[in-house]
């Protein structure tokens, strides 16, 4: 008897949907359910891998090599769920299918239509990730906001799934936002009704409002909303902003009863969920005995989403060494204006997450010099290594023109350049080397340090790869492969030997992160930068 959660947005989007399906979700795990989450995006975009970070935030990649949206990364981070490609579906994912089936003459000469042929293949992708994860509860997340085009087909779907399914196997859950109007002096529920009324209009009546504000709801306001959104009284749900760190979110959702009245609904009688851990983990957030500034040094600073994982494993890395990271976004371009030691000096440590394209790159070179030749403790991630190695080769190795392909097509020393089989690819949406895969690490190094273990398995996104002809003069200079494929093909890991800590890695170890399960290289990372602070002081 699966049962089915559906959770939409109203009014404005940016409400944290995700992070409360995800929260509801460490709810009734946490209650002995076996869950699964999924979450249907209305763009014609086949994933958002080819998406710029500015538009859509974070690509997050699974195990798999799925390239899916970042709400996927709140899900694996809330939850011990682990999800593929199945559990991120676009509205590109689903008129492709369609088109396919048509194609082949599959409709037997029918007029294919949004009703029922598009709204068909929305459900039978519902059907497959409750199937295939054989859950007790899927809580399917869709994208946008009520009132859109492009949801509608997603709307009509999923309604037609709750009259399949029967009341009690289903659930409507709408994350609203209640402003508060500063020159009223109060809380307005006039948004939420009209949200909800448009949800009405296609025949879905909520049965939960999860209210997003900035200001506790009073009773006069939740009764006004329960009145008008034909919601009962206690499915009205408060969710203010956060004070300190969005792993608040399930224990206020506890506090608000809301999986209470979830499991009411869906006839599950179950003990209450135990959040001891979760509690103290963010005990350890909010109080921390250390604090370290650690730099960030990209390209779509000005972007919040679009180093979400990395930061989320600042934060769980931090908590564990039970030290608060404060973060210094830093843009890589005004680096390249400003110069490293104006925007860095005094920081812990520094990390150079990954990218693609060439704005910015001078900046992030010089930021890996930066931290080579004052002795910073330095983490680069994908290009951050690729960055680090192009500094390495032209200001020690004395490779003055050093670069990657991606950069300089014709760069005379290529450090960093493609292999045989991406050189003559025409299709760039998911083509690059994606996934889950085993990077096997050299003993007597930091990276083995870091880890304890001879091998892990880490999630890739790039197409660039290090020159191995490279490779002895590299070592030769003090710049030590520590970790590289299974079979010795690829270099995955670089670090410096005569430094404290500098470490590059080919994968994303950000994407393995998890609140009480931090990666390895970043506790590393921060333990090391803690060693420099103390240090300087
Ligand atoms: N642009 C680089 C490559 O494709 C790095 C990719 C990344 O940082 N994810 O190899």
Redesign the pocket.
């Known amino acids: 008897m699966m049962r089915y959660i559906f959770v939409t947005g109203g009014v404005i989007s940016s409400l944290g949907k995700g992070i409360t399906a995800a929260a509801l979700g460490t709810l009734l795990e946490r209650r002995g359910l076996k869950i699964s989450l999924q979450k249907l995006d209305p763009y014609l975009n086949v994933d958002p891998g080819t998406m710029n970070p500015y538009q859509h935030g974070e690509v997050y990649v699974l195990e798999d090599g799925a390239e899916t949206d970042l709400d996927l990364g709140h899900y694996e981070r809330f939850t011990r769920v682990k999800l593929s490609k199945i559990n991120n579906t676009t509205t590109g994912q689903i008129y492709e299918a369609v088109i396919q089936q048509e194609r082949q003459g599959k409709y037997l000469g029918k007029t294919v239509q949004v009703i029922p042929h598009v709204t068909n293949e929305i459900k039978s992708r519902i059907m497959r990730v409750a199937q295939s994860s054989g859950c007790d509860v899927l809580i399917t997340e869709i994208g946008g906001t009520t009132g859109d085009i492009e949801g509608l087909p997603f709307l009509e779907a999923i309604r037609q799934m709750a009259l399949e399914v029967g009341p009690e196997r289903a659930l409507f859950v709408h994350v609203t936002y209640v402003p508060f109007i500063k020159s009223a002096g109060e809380l307005k529920t006039k948004p939420t009704q009209q949200s909800v009324a448009k949800l009405r209009e296609i025949g879905i009546q909520p049965h939960v409002l999860v209210c997003r504000s900035d200001h506790p709801l009073t009773n006069e306001v939740r009764a006004k909303l329960s009145l008008y959104c034909n919601v009962p009284i206690e499915g009205v749900i408060e969710e203010l902003d956060v004070q300190h760190t969005i792993y608040e979110v399930p224990l206020m959702l506890q506090k608000e009863k809301l999986d209470e009245l979830v499991c009411r609904h869906l006839k599950l009688e179950l003990p209450e969920a135990d959040l001891s851990d979760w509690k103290s983990f963010v005990e350890k957030i909010i109080h921390p005995s250390h604090r370290l500034s650690i730099a960030v040094v990209g390209k779509y600073i000005g972007h919040q989403d679009a180093y979400k994982s990395i930061y989320e494993a600042l934060t769980h890395a931090g908590a564990f060494l039970s030290c608060g990271v404060e973060v210094k976004k830093v843009d890589a371009e005004e680096i390249e204006a400003k110069g490293a030691e104006s925007l860095l000096q005094g920081v812990d440590g520094i990390l150079v997450?990954?990218?693609?394209?060439s704005r910015g790159i001078e900046g992030k070179i010089e930021t890996a010099k930066y931290a080579r030749v004052n002795k910073i403790p330095y983490l680069g991630?994908?290009?951050?290594?690729?960055t680090a190695i192009i500094e390495f080769s032209r200001n020690v190795v004395g490779l003055s023109d050093a670069h990657?392909t991606?950069f300089d097509p014709k760069t005379v020393h290529p450090v960093?350049c493609l292999l045989e089989e991406q050189k003559n690819l025409s299709q760039l949406g998911g083509s690059?080397?994606l996934g889950s895969l085993l990077c096997k690490l050299i003993p007597n190094t930091k990276a083995y340090e870091a880890y304890g273990r001879e091998s892990s398995k880490e999630r890739?996104?790039?197409?660039?790869?290090v020159n191995n002809s490279y490779k002895p003069i590299l070592e030769k200079f003090g710049m030590k492969v520590s970790g590289t494929t299974e079979q010795g093909e690829l270099v995955e890991l670089v670090e410096l030997e005569n430094h404290p800590w500098f470490l590059g890695c080919?994968f994303?170890p950000e994407f393995q992160s998890r609140p009480n399960s931090p990666h390895p290289l970043f506790v590393a990372f921060l333990k090391a930068s803690l060693e420099h602070r103390y240090q300087k002081h």
Not at 353 to 357: D, L, N, V, Y
Not at 381 to 386: A, R
Not at 460 to 465: D, L, Q, S, T
């Open positions: 997450p990954g990218g693609f394209g991630l994908c290009l951050g290594m690729q990657s991606e960093i690059m080397r890739h996104r790039h197409r660039y790869e080919q994303h």
